[in-house]
Antibody
Framework: EEQLVESGGGLVQPGGSLRLSCAAP????????MSWVRQAPGKGLEWVAN????????YYVDSVKGRFTISRDNAKNSLYLQMSSLREEDTAVYYC??????????????WGQGTLVTVSS | EIVLTQSPDFQSVTPKEKVTITCRAS??????LHWYQQKPDQSPKLLIK???QSFSGVPSRFSGSGSGTEFTLTINSLEAEDAATYYC?????????FGQGSKVEIK
C-alpha cells in the first residue's frame, strides 16, 4: 500500500556514512515538501529534516545539523538523506514522508515502509 | 522546542468501548496538531489533521478535537483492528515534534 519506497539502510560503524534514498510516484512528489522521520527501536517518532519543493529551503532537527544533508532530484522523483559522522543514537528506522513543510498542508499524509539504519561497531 | 505529552501511555480496552487519548502541548499551537496510528511493524498512518479534520478514508469512529494546548483523539466503538500506538504531532514551530505515543490494546 505504501507508495514511497526507501532504500539504502544497513549496518555502519560509528563515524561512518550512509545515503538513504526514497522513490515516489509523480503525484505524491511533484510540488510537495518532503521529510525524513525516524524511529529508534521501541521508541517514538522523531522528525529529522524537510526540504521545499525546489530544494531551496531545508530544515533539520538540531541533533543532526552539520551531519545530515537532505536533498531531492525532481527529475527522478527521488528524495535523499546523506548521513555522515553517524552515532549509535542515530540507529533507527528512517521513513520518507510527504509533507512537514512550513506551508500548509504540514501533516504527513504519505509514508514509506521505512529503512533500518544500525550504527554499531 | 514544543513538547507534546500524551495520556495515558497505555490502555487495555474492550471492543465497542470508547477510547480517549489526550495530547497536551507545552505552549499554544492553535490547531496545528495531527494524529497518526501506527500498528506493529507498519509505518504510521494519518488519521486526523489540524486537530479535527478527518483524513480521507479514515473510519468515522475516529475523531479529533481541541485547540491551543489541549487536544483529544476519540475512537468511538473500538474495533479489534484499532489495536495500535497513536501519536500526536505539532507543526506550529520547528522542530516539528511528536508525542511519546499512546498504546491501545484490545482486551
Amino acid at each position: 500500500e505504501e507508495q514511497l519506497v526507501e532504500s539504502g539502510g544497513g549496518l555502519v560503524q560509528p563515524g561512518g556514512s550512509l545515503r538513504l534514498s526514497c522513490a515516489a510516484p509523480d503525484f505524491i512528489f511533484t510540488g510537495s515538501w518532503m521529510s525524513w522521520v525516524r524511529q529508534a527501536p521501541g521508541k517514538g517518532l522523531e522528525w529529522v529534516a524537510n526540504i521545499q519543493q525546489d530544494g531551496s529551503e531545508k530544515y533539520y532537527v538540531d541533533s543532526v545539523k552539520g551531519r545530515f544533508t537532505i536533498s531531492r532530484d525532481n527529475a527522478k522523483n527521488s528524495l535523499y538523506l546523506q548521513m555522515s559522522s553517524l552515532r549509535e543514537e542515530d540507529t533507527a528506522v528512517y521513513y520518507c514522508a510527504r509533507g512537514g513543510g512550513i506551508e500548509a498542508p504540514k501533516n504527513f499524509d504519505y509514508w514509506g515502509q521505512g529503512t533500518l539504519v544500525t550504527v554499531s561497531s | 522546542e514544543i513538547v507534546l505529552t500524551q495520556s495515558p501511555d497505555f490502555q487495555s480496552v474492550t471492543p465497542k468501548e470508547k477510547v480517549t487519548i489526550t495530547c497536551r502541548a507545552s505552549q499554544s499551537i492553535g490547531s496545528s496538531l495531527h494524529w497518526y496510528q501506527q500498528k506493529p511493524d507498519q509505518s504510521p498512518k494519518l488519521l486526523i489533521k489540524y486537530a479535527s479534520q478527518s483524513f480521507s478514508g479514515v473510519p468515522s469512529r475516529f475523531s479529533g478535537s481541541g485547540s491551543g494546548t489541549e487536544f483529544t483523539l476519540t475512537i468511538n466503538s473500538l474495533e479489534a483492528e484499532d489495536a495500535a500506538t497513536y501519536y500526536c504531532h505539532q507543526t506550529t514551530s520547528l522542530p516539528w515534534t511528536f508525542g511519546q505515543g499512546s498504546k491501545v490494546e484490545i482486551k
